[in-house]
């Protein structure tokens, strides 16, 4: 009994240092790579709860080599976007003025049940109310009402949902065809150099967010 006390504090300990290494994400902002590996954790840590003649070590060693796979696939995905968009896929534009584009719904299977659904989550219950809805990565659909139908406070920036141009020093090319500008349209709107920029997003009015990277600020 001493022996499974001792084992369950050290998972548990093991696990918390795991899940913080990975960065604090509620279950509904997971990555498919996060998700994975997070279920894969739990899994370890179960087996080795259960099965006490097992060496403790081999579930410590497996967790961590997991961990830090999932660190190294962070950082890469960070460097390198299309290292990110093969590992976790890229946000679809679904609905676009009141009209569900049916070619993107098929692409993630989404049934019309199940946009209506994800749209219900949001408040929203008559889709001619969207001017533009985007499924992210995570499963999760972002919505942008039309101008009518925001918020007073909201009403003067409506219909302009902003997107990242600029992603740590790279022009994100979907971004930019997106918007219906050239890397160096793009590039001029910012007046400086992309690599020395960590964050650049733009809307369709034209409207700027810039933030230098670091080593300019």
């Known amino acids: ?17 795991g899940v913080r290494l990975m960065g604090k994400r509620q279950i509904g902002d997971l990555q498919p790579s996060e998700l994975v ?15 006490i003649g097992q060496p403790l070590s081999i579930s410590l060693v497996t ?16 460097k390198f976007p299309l290292f990110k968009k093969i590992c976790s896929g ?9 009209e569900i584009d049916q070619k993107a719904a098929r692409d993630v299977r989404l049934s019309p049940e199940d946009i209506m659904q994800l749209l219900h989550d949001r408040s929203v219950f008559d ?16 919505v942008e009402l039309n101008a009518e ?9 409506s219909n302009s949902l902003p997107v990242v141009v600029i992603s740590n020093g790279r022009i994100v090319p979907s971004a930019a065809k997106y918007l219906g500008l050239s890397k160096k349209e ?14 650049m997003s733009l809307n369709e009015q034209g409207d700027m967010n810039l933030v230098l990277a670091e080593d300019m600020k």
């Open 1 to 17: 009994m001493i022996k499974l006390l001792i084992r369950t504090i050290i998972c548990y300990a093991a696990l918390i240092l």
């Open 37 to 51: 590996i997070t279920l894969l954790i739990s899994e370890l840590a179960a087996i080795s709860l259960q099965d």
């Open 63 to 78: 967790i961590f080599i997991l961990v830090f796979l999932e660190v190294m696939v962070s950082i890469l995905s960070t």
């Open 90 to 98: 890229k946000p679809i534009i679904l609905i676009k003025n009141g």
């Open 127 to 142: 889709i001619k109310d969207v001017y533009r809805a985007v499924f992210e990565v995570n499963g999760t659909l972002s």
């Open 149 to 157: 139908k925001m918020p007073l406070c909201a009403a003067s920036n």
């Open 186 to 199: 793009i590039e001029n709107k910012s007046g400086v150099s992309p690599d020395k920029v960590f964050m």
